[in-house]
C-alpha cells in the first residue's frame, strides 16, 4: 500500500487556538443569553444568490430526492426565529462548491447568529464586543458611499457605467460583466476592498439597493441596504444584516437571483418555500451576521494562507 500522507497539516498549536476560539465564542453567547441551535446541513432547497455554487446531491431512495449541502444555516435558523426562539448562534459547517484558494475552502466553519430586535448598527456594537472579547481591536465604521469615495474619487451613487470600467481597468483587470449593478460590485470587490488593508479593522455599512441580498431598505435618499460587512487587513470576516422580513419582497428578490443566474448559465436552485411561509407567518425584526470563524482565525494566528487553520483542507481531506 502507498505510503499516503495522512497527517494534519497543522500543528497541535493551532489545533489548540480554534478550540479555545470556538470555548470563547460559546461562552460569549452564553453570557449574552444566545441560546446555540442547530438546523441541517442538507435540505431539499438551498441559497438563490447568484455569487454562490451549491453541492448537490440524492438519495438513493425511490423518489430520488435532490438535496443541497447547505451554504449558511440562515434560512433555517430564520424559520426558528419566526417559530419564536428568541436570540440565537450556531456554529455550523458551510459548503460552497468553488475553487480552493488563498481564502476559500469548499468546505468551512460559520458562526452565525441572529438577535430579534436589533438594527444592523446594534449587532455591529456587538460584534465589537465578540472581537474584544478575543482580543481584537476596535473595527472603525465608515458608509460604502463614503468609503468608495474615499478611495476611488467617486460617488457609487452616480457614478457612470464608464467610469468603473475606467476603474477595473486602472486595477489591471478586465471586468467581464456589462450589468450596471454587477460592475459595481465588481469594482468594490477588486478595486476597494484591495485598498481597505490599510485601514486595519472597518465595518463597510449601508450598501447600495441593488446589493442588499436579504437585508431591507432604508426609506432615506438615496436608498441604501441595511447590511454591512467587517473587513481586517482587507479580508472579509463577516457579512450582516437588519433582516428583511417582508415574503412578497423577499421571493421578488428570489426570483430575481434565478433570473441574474439564467443569464450567466448557472444552476438554477428551487426557492425555499419553506422559508418564504415562515416570512408570511411573521419572524420578527431582527438583525443577523454570518462570520468566517477560519478566517478569523487567519487573523488571530497572522496565517496568510487558509489552509494554515486547517487540519485537512480540501486537498488533505
Known amino acids: 500500500m502507498a505510503n499516503l500522507d495522512w497527517n494534519p497539516v497543522v500543528d497541535q498549536s493551532t489545533l489548540k487556538l480554534r478550540a479555545e476560539i470556538l470555548r470563547k465564542v460559546r461562552q460569549f453567547m452564553n453570557e449574552a443569553g444566545i441560546m446555540e441551535v442547530e438546523t441541517p446541513i442538507l435540505a431539499s432547497s438551498t441559497a438563490t444568490d447568484p455569487n454562490i455554487c451549491s453541492f448537490e446531491t440524492r438519495l438513493h431512495t425511490e423518489s430520488g430526492s435532490r438535496l443541497y449541502l447547505q451554504t449558511s444555516p440562515e434560512f433555517h435558523m430564520k424559520r426558528l426565529l419566526a417559530a419564536g426562539s428568541g436570540s440565537i448562534f450556531q456554529i455550523s459547517r458551510a459548503f460552497r462548491d468553488e475553487e480552493s484558494g488563498r481564502y476559500h475552502n469548499p468546505e468551512f466553519t460559520m458562526l452565525e447568529w441572529y438577535r430579534p430586535g436589533f438594527d444592523h448598527h446594534e449587532l455591529m456594537n456587538e460584534i465589537e464586543s465578540l472581537l ?28 457612470s457605467r464608464k467610469q468603473l470600467i475606467k476603474l477595473g481597468r486602472d486595477a489591471g483587470l478586465s471586468p467581464a460583466v456589462e450589468d450596471y449593478n454587477e460592475l459595481l460590485d465588481f469594482v468594490f470587490n477588486h478595486y476597494v476592498i484591495s485598498r481597505l488593508r490599510d485601514k486595519g479593522s472597518v465595518f463597510v ?3 447600495p439597493q441593488a446589493q442588499a441580498a436579504l437585508a431591507r431598505l432604508s426609506g432615506g435618499e438615496p436608498v441604501t441596504a441595511a447590511r454591512f460587512e467587517l473587513f481586517i487587513q482587507g479580508l472579509e470576516i463577516a457579512n450582516g444584516f437588519h433582516e428583511l422580513c417582508d415574503p412578497h419582497e423577499q421571493k421578488q428578490r428570489f426570483k430575481s437571483d434565478l433570473q441574474q443566474r439564467s443569464k450567466q448559465n448557472k444552476t438554477l436552485y428551487p426557492i425555499d418555500r419553506k422559508f418564504l411561509s415562515a416570512l408570511e407567518s411573521g419572524m420578527p425584526e431582527s438583525a443577523g451576521v454570518a462570520l468566517g470563524l477560519d478566517r478569523l482565525l487567519m487573523v488571530l494566528s497572522k496565517a496568510s494562507h487558509i489552509r494554515e487553520v486547517l487540519a485537512f483542507p480540501i486537498n488533505n481531506a
Open 132 to 159: 474584544d472579547y478575543l482580543g481584537l481591536q476596535k473595527p472603525a465604521r465608515i458608509s460604502y458611499a463614503d468609503v468608495f469615495l474615499e478611495l476611488t474619487g467617486f460617488d457609487p451613487h452616480a457614478i
Open 205 to 207: 455599512f449601508d450598501f
